[in-house]
């Protein structure tokens, strides 16, 4: 006898749900050769009932503007959420927990933001509570880190999380673009929000790195303690000062472990073109890992969009179709210790700083002085001729902490050296 259909309720039908349809329609014969049964979709949440849709609903399955039918329906194996927000997701899932429920989700910011209680209910049924297609898209950095690199000290995190802003970047770096006019072709071609607040402020790739740390380290740094800093009015002047260095500007997430302290941030940061994350172009994601017995790994492919996101969300699916054992958090503990976090302040790294000061004698000592007072030498200077703001003095340092940094920058406002704010990146 077949075994019985996994049933699912499904809760969005935009973008990556409607690709999560496609998926299991074109794959059906390969998804029951694989795991035996059939999967099937039987409920969808939508705001609206009567609106049309660019997918045809699945054979079988009802629309339905009442969460509570999905939670509730006895019927129903497993809830995929890919509605996004956070209060009204979290209602859901907790009721479909209760209920007995399994549950995938896409949902970052929730479990980012929320997630803990969650995965401490899931933990008390015996529930799996699914997230792969909330960081990176198609990459399987979720399943990587709890299962093939278990047995690893993972000793560093290092991605490119957003697809939206390495589009917007690339775009400034390989087409010559402003902010604005990249941002507005990202949102024309379906890379930006209309309000692409969370991705151009880097909220979006902070939410994924408080997944990553908690898979990678079993602890937990609160996403309100992140650093965070985005790309939004980027200018292109320092895209292309990096260039001269040979160094590409992506918007990067970071976690390392330092002297038993983690450090952690999300920053536009400066990579040298010969490393692949520089080369990671368009709205592609990438993440390398470097664990004490593996090396370095390098995963990198599509971060967004219907199909790949779906991809992840149907490998969570079938994991559960299998009956494999939750696995939620990748530790024993649910419930991770917060991180002994290593204060932004004394994070180390060499930085490239543009500068723009009057066109007078002396003022390149004067900038190197208010360096050297914080114990920040300089290894490479560039001076260009002089523009309506001054002129853009640009150089990069040795290593030095973040504090240092700020109190040089200090230094030189309150000298009158500065015409316009500095700009500083970490390089890495």
Same mark, same amino acid.
């Given at each position: 006898?077949?075994?019985?259909?996994?049933?699912?309720?499904?809760?969005?039908?935009?973008?990556?749900?409607?690709?999560?349809?496609?998926?299991?329609?074109?794959?059906?014969?390969?998804?029951?050769?694989?795991?035996?049964?059939?999967?099937?979709?039987?409920?969808?949440? !939508?705001?609206?009932?009567?609106?049309?849709?660019?997918?045809?609903?699945?054979?079988?399955?009802?629309?339905?503007?009442?969460?509570?039918?999905?939670?509730?329906?006895?019927?129903?194996?497993?809830?995929?959420?890919?509605?996004?927000?956070?209060?009204?997701?979290?209602?859901?899932?907790?009721?479909?927990?209760?209920?007995?429920?399994?549950?995938?989700?896409?949902?970052?910011?929730?479990?980012?933001?929320?997630?803990?209680?969650?995965?401490?209910?899931?933990?008390?049924?015996?529930?799996?509570?699914?997230?792969?297609?909330?960081?990176?898209?198609?990459?399987?950095?979720?399943?990587?880190?709890?299962?093939?690199?278990?047995?690893?000290?993972?000793?560093?995190?290092?991605?490119?999380?957003?697809?939206?802003?390495?589009?917007?970047?690339?775009?400034?770096?390989?087409?010559?673009?402003?902010?604005?006019?990249?941002?507005?072709?990202?949102?024309?071609?379906?890379?930006?929000?209309?309000?692409?607040?969370?991705?151009?402020?880097?909220?979006?790739?902070?939410?994924?790195?408080?997944?990553?740390?908690?898979?990678?380290?079993?602890?937990?740094?609160?996403? &309100?303690?992140?650093?965070?800093?985005?790309?939004?009015?980027?200018?292109?002047?320092?895209?292309?000062?990096?260039?001269?260095?040979?160094?590409?500007?992506?918007?990067?997430?970071?976690? @390392?472990?330092?002297?038993?302290?983690?450090?952690?941030?999300?920053?536009?940061?400066?990579?040298?073109? &010969?490393?692949?994350?520089?080369?990671?172009?368009?709205?592609?994601?990438? *993440?390398? *890992?470097?664990?004490?017995?593996?090396?370095?790994?390098?995963? @990198?492919?599509?971060? %967004?969009?219907?199909?790949?996101?779906?991809?992840?969300?149907?490998?969570?699916?079938?994991? !559960?179709?299998?009956?494999?054992?939750?696995?939620? &958090?990748?530790?024993?503990?649910?419930?991770?210790?917060?991180?002994?976090?290593?204060?932004?302040?004394?994070?180390?790294?060499?930085?490239?700083?543009?500068?723009?000061?009057?066109?007078?004698?002396?003022?390149?000592?004067?900038?190197?002085?208010?360096? %050297?007072?914080?114990?920040?030498?300089?290894?490479?200077?560039?001076?260009? &001729?002089?523009?309506?703001?001054?002129?853009?003095?640009?150089?990069?340092?040795?290593?030095?902490?973040?504090?240092?940094?700020?109190?040089?920058?200090?230094?030189?406002?309150?000298?009158?050296?500065?015409?316009?704010?500095?700009?500083?990146?970490? *390089?890495?």
């Amino acid at each position: 006898m077949p075994a019985k259909p996994l049933r699912v309720a499904l809760a969005g039908f935009g973008t990556v749900g409607g690709g999560l349809v496609r998926v299991l329609q074109e794959n059906q014969e390969l998804i029951r050769q694989r795991i035996g049964r059939d999967i099937e979709v039987r409920k969808v949440l !939508v705001r609206d009932v009567h609106k049309p849709r660019a997918v045809a609903l699945p054979e079988g399955a009802v629309l339905t503007s009442n969460p509570d039918e999905l939670a509730d329906d006895p019927d129903i194996d497993v809830l995929v959420e890919l509605m996004g927000g956070i209060d009204a997701p979290h209602a859901l899932i907790t009721r479909a927990l209760e209920r007995g429920k399994h549950v995938v989700t896409a949902n970052k910011a929730l479990l980012a933001e929320n997630g803990i209680g969650l995965f401490q209910m899931a933990a008390e049924k015996g529930l799996s509570l699914r997230y792969e297609a909330s960081v990176a898209g198609a990459i399987p950095i979720v399943e990587t880190l709890k299962k093939s690199l278990a047995g690893n000290r993972i000793e560093s995190l290092v991605g490119i999380l957003n697809g939206t802003s390495n589009y917007i970047l690339s775009a400034m770096s390989s087409e010559g673009l402003d902010f604005d006019t990249a941002l507005k072709q990202a949102q024309e071609l379906g890379y930006a929000e209309a309000d692409p607040t969370l991705d151009i402020d880097g909220h979006d790739a902070a939410h994924k790195l408080v997944l990553l740390i908690r898979l990678a380290y079993g602890q937990e740094y609160p996403y &309100t303690a992140m650093p965070i800093r985005g790309i939004r009015g980027m200018n292109r002047m320092d895209i292309e000062f990096a260039r001269e260095f040979g160094y590409r500007i992506k918007l990067i997430a970071q976690a @390392h472990v330092e002297d038993g302290r983690l450090a952690a941030r999300v920053c536009p940061t400066l990579v040298h073109h &010969t490393y692949l994350l520089a080369r990671v172009g368009g709205s592609f994601n990438a *993440v390398r *890992v470097e664990g004490n017995a593996v090396g370095s790994l390098f995963l @990198h492919g599509r971060g %967004a969009g219907d199909l790949p996101t779906a991809s992840a969300v149907m490998g969570d699916l079938l994991a !559960v179709a299998r009956g494999e054992r939750p696995d939620n &958090t990748g530790f024993v503990a649910q419930t991770p210790e917060r991180a002994a976090i290593l204060p932004p302040e004394e994070v180390r790294s060499r930085y490239y700083v543009r500068v723009m000061v009057h066109d007078t004698p002396g003022v390149l000592r004067d900038i190197a002085a208010a360096m %050297a007072d914080e114990g920040i030498s300089m290894a490479q200077v560039i001076q260009k &001729t002089g523009e309506r703001e001054g002129v853009p003095l640009v150089f990069m340092t040795h290593e030095a902490s973040a504090r240092a940094m700020r109190n040089a920058l200090s230094r030189a406002v309150k000298a009158g050296l500065l015409t316009t704010p500095a700009v500083a990146y970490p *390089v890495l």
